[in-house]
C-alpha cells in the first residue's frame, strides 16, 4: 500500500516567537522541528510498513527550502520518498490555502492513506488535515490514537472527551493523529547517512506542480482569514505579594482575603 | 462556490449534543452569540443536529436561541464527520448566517474545518475572545475600512502569542470557541422554542465511517471546568500522596482539586484535572496556585479567574505575576494550617 504523510516544520516555542511587520510569523527567525503530532503520524505509517511488505511511505511538506530539514530527518527515520512544496506565491497562507496547496500536492500521488498531525504546536489549530480530507473528497477521521489495517479498510480508535469510537472506514481516506499514535521510530546511523546522500529521494515542487488549484485559493492572497493584530501576550497586572514570616502569619493573611472577598 | 456577503444575516451556533444531551457548550456559545447578535441588531440562531432531539429545542431557547434550526435524522444518531458536515453545511448555505459558531471540542474541531472547507470561508479555531469592530483596525490611506466585523482573538504558540483575525470577504465568519471561556445566562425557564425543521438527505456514501463500537470512559474526576472554587497544585506539592492536603483543603473550603501539565506529565493525576492552554481552560471564582510556577501555557488556562491566590517558595515564580494575592512561603506548612482555620471558620458560620 501508499502512505502519504503530512508534516511540518514548526518553531520550537522554547525558541522564542518573531513576527514580521504585516503580522504574520517570521519563521525564517526561530528554531525549527518536526511537529510532534505529525511525527508521531509518521511513526504510525512507519509501523504499518514494517507490518505490511511492499508499503511505501512518502512525506509531503509545504514550507520555506530550509523545511528540507525535517523531510532528511522523515527519510532517516524510514520514509522512501519526501517532497517538498515551496513557493514564494504559497506564503502567509491561513488553513484554507495550505489544505488547497497540499491538497494540491498529493493528488499527484498515488495513495490508500493519507496521514497528516492532528494539530501543529505553531498555529494549535487542527484544521489543515480535515481540510485536505475535503479537497481530496476523503473520509475523513480525527483524534486517531490506533491505526489497523483490514484488507481495505482501516480500523480506527477516535478518541472524544470522554469516550472512544472504534470506526471502520474504506480506503482511501484521511486520518489525523494524536500524539498518543507515536511509535518511538528513531533515525538510524545508516539511515542519517542515506537521508543526506544523493540518492536520497527528495523531490522540491513549486506553483507549477500543483494539481487542480486555482491562484485565488493559494498563498496570503487566497486566504479568507486575515490577521487584524498580533502580539506577545500580556499578562494581567501582579496583585499583591506577600512574605510572611510564619505559617501562621501566611494563613491569617489568606483568611482575611477569603473573609474581605465572602468566600469564607 | 461561497456565499454572498451582503446575503447573510444572522448569529448561528452549533448545538452540540451528544446521547441526547446538550453540551455545556452550546450553552457558552449562545451567552456570546446574544452579545454579538446585539451587537449588529440580529438573531441568535440555534443549530441541533441528531437523532429524536426536538426534546432539546426548548432549553437552547431558554439560554439564548431566537430560533431553532432541527435537522434530524436516523443517521445522525452518534457523531461522525460526514453526515453531521452534511447537514451543518447544508444549514448554511440553505439559511446564510453572517456569524457561525461551534465548540472548540474534539467534535467541533472535527466537524468546523471541514465544513468551512465545503462552503468556502475562513474558520479561526479555538477563539478566547469574539467582537464586533471594524477591519482593518487602522486602515492604510485609501484602504476600505469594513465594518462591524467579527473579531476573534485566540491564543497561540502555546499561549505565547495572541492574535486577532478577521474574516472580512467571506461568510459565514466561522470560529471554534474554547469550552469554559464564554459565559452563558441565566436560562428563561418560560422560553418556547420557535423551532424550524430541516429535512436532509443523508443517503450513505463512501465517507460515512462505519461505528463498530462506542466505548465510554467513565471518569470518577470532579469537572473542573465547572468548580466555584479551584485548589490547583504543581510540581512543588512535591509527590501524588502530598496531594492529600490539597484534597484536605478542597473539602474544607467547598471546591475541586486541580493540577498543573507538570503534575499530569509525572502521572501524578488524570489528564482531566489539568489547567492550561493544553488542558482546561478554567474560570472559578477562586484560583488557588499551590506549588505552581506558572509557565504561560498554565496561566493562559486560569487567568480569567476572579481572585487568584498564590502559595509558591520561589519569590521569582511567575505566578506571582497573575496572582490577587500571593503568599511566598511553605505550602507543606501554610496550606494544612489554612484548612484548620477555614474549616473553624465555616463552623462558627454554621
Not at chain 2, 48 to 66: C, E, F, P, R, T
Request: overall charge negative; proline content about 5%; hydrophobic content about 40%.
Amino acid at each position: 500500500m501508499k502512505i502519504v504523510v503530512c508534516v511540518k516544520q514548526v518553531p520550537d516555542t522554547k525558541g522564542g516567537v518573531k513576527f514580521k511587520p504585516d503580522g504574520t510569523l517570521d519563521r525564517g527567525a526561530m528554531l525549527a522541528i518536526m511537529n510532534p503530532d505529525d511525527k508521531a503520524g509518521l511513526e504510525a505509517a512507519l509501523k504499518i510498513k514494517n507490518e505490511n511488505p511492499g508499503t511505501e511511505v512518502t512525506v509531503v511538506t509545504m514550507g520555506l527550502p530550509k523545511a528540507d530539514d525535517v523531510l532528511r530527518e522523515a527519510l532517516a527515520m524510514g520514509a522512501d520518498k519526501a517532497i517538498l512544496v515551496t513557493d514564494r506565491v504559497l506564503g502567509g497562507a491561513d488553513t484554507w490555502a495550505t489544505s488547497q496547496t497540499l491538497a494540491g500536492a498529493i493528488r499527484n500521488l498515488d495513495y490508500d492513506l493519507v496521514i497528516t498531525g492532528r494539530q501543529a504546536i505553531d498555529g494549535d489549530t487542527a484544521q489543515v488535515g480535515p481540510q485536505i480530507s475535503e479537497r481530496l473528497d476523503l473520509p475523513l477521521i480525527s483524534y486517531a490514537e490506533d491505526i489497523k489495517i483490514d484488507g481495505d479498510y482501516v480500523i480506527v480508535k477516535r478518541q472524544f472527551e470522554d469516550r472512544y469510537h472504534m470506526l471502520k472506514v474504506k480506503m482511501p481516506c484521511l486520518i489525523t493523529a494524536l500524539a498518543e499514535l507515536g511509535e518511538g521510530m528513531y533515525m538510524t546511523p545508516g539511515g542519517i547517512f542515506d537521508a543526506y546522500s544523493d540518492s536520497a529521494d527528495v523531490t522540491v515542487w513549486g506553483r507549477a506542480d500543483l494539481k487542480d488549484v486555482s491562484d485565488d485559493n493559494l498563498g496570503l492572497k487566497g486566504s479568507p482569514t486575515q490577521i487584524a493584530k498580533a502580539s506577545d501576550r500580556v499578562a494581567k497586572g501582579a496583585g499583591e505579594k506577600v512574605t510572611p514570616d510564619s505559617p501562621k502569619e501566611a494563613v491569617d493573611y489568606i483568611v482575611g482575603k477569603l473573609a474581605e472577598k465572602h468566600v469564607i | 462556490m461561497s456565499l454572498k456577503v451582503e446575503e447573510c444575516k444572522g448569529v448561528f451556533i452549533f448545538a452540540q449534543q451528544v446521547d441526547n444531551k446538550v453540551n455545556n457548550i452550546a450553552y457558552e456559545l449562545l451567552g456570546k452569540a446574544k452579545d454579538l447578535a446585539s451587537d449588529l441588531g440580529q438573531e441568535v440562531t440555534a443549530v441541533l443536529i441528531g437523532s429524536d432531539v426536538k426534546n432539546l429545542a426548548d432549553s437552547l431557547a431558554q439560554y439564548g436561541a431566537d430560533r431553532v434550526i432541527l435537522v434530524d435524522d436516523p443517521e445522525l444518531k452518534e457523531y461522525r464527520t460526514e453526515p453531521y458536515a452534511h447537514a451543518l453545511a447544508s444549514v448554511i448555505e440553505q439559511y446564510k448566517p453572517e456569524i457561525m459558531l461551534i465548540g472548540a471540542t474534539a467534535i467541533g474541531r472535527d466537524l468546523g474545518p471541514r465544513v468551512a472547507a465545503r462552503i468556502h470561508t475562513g474558520l479561526t479555531a479555538d477563539c478566547t475572545q469574539l467582537d464586533i469592530g471594524d477591519f482593518p483596525l487602522t486602515p492604510a490611506p485609501g484602504q476600505e475600512q469594513k465594518k462591524n466585523q467579527l473579531l476573534m482573538t485566540r491564543p497561540a504558540f502555546g499561549g505565547n502569542t495572541i492574535a486577532t483575525i478577521a474574516c472580512p470577504n467571506f461568510r459565514p465568519q466561522m470560529a471554534t470557541v474554547r469550552p469554559g471561556v464564554m459565559q452563558k445566562r441565566e436560562p428563561d425557564k418560560s422560553a418556547k422554542a420557535n423551532i424550524e425543521e430541516c429535512k436532509l438527505d443523508f443517503t450513505p456514501n463512501n465517507k460515512y465511517a462505519e461505528i463498530l463500537e462506542v466505548v465510554k470512559q467513565v471518569s470518577n474526576v470532579a469537572d473542573i471546568a465547572a468548580a466555584k472554587i479551584l485548589v490547583s497544585g504543581g510540581r512543588g506539592v512535591g509527590s501524588p500522596e502530598n496531594f492529600k492536603i490539597l484534597e484536605d483543603l478542597a473539602e474544607a473550603i467547598g471546591g475541586t482539586v486541580s493540577c498543573s501539565r507538570a503534575v499530569v506529565d509525572s502521572g501524578w493525576k488524570p489528564k482531566e484535572m489539568q489547567v492550561g492552554q493544553t488542558g482546561k481552560t478554567v474560570r472559578p471564582h477562586v484560583y488557588f496556585a499551590i506549588g505552581i510556577s506558572g509557565a504561560i501555557q498554565h496561566v493562559a488556562g486560569m487567568e480569567e479567574s476572579d481572585i487568584i491566590i498564590a502559595i509558591n517558595k520561589d519569590e521569582s515564580a511567575p505566578i506571582f505575576d497573575v496572582a490577587d494575592y500571593g503568599v511566598v512561603g511553605d505550602l507543606n506548612q501554610i496550606v494544612p494550617e489554612l484548612t484548620k482555620q477555614i474549616k473553624e471558620a465555616m463552623a462558627a458560620k454554621a
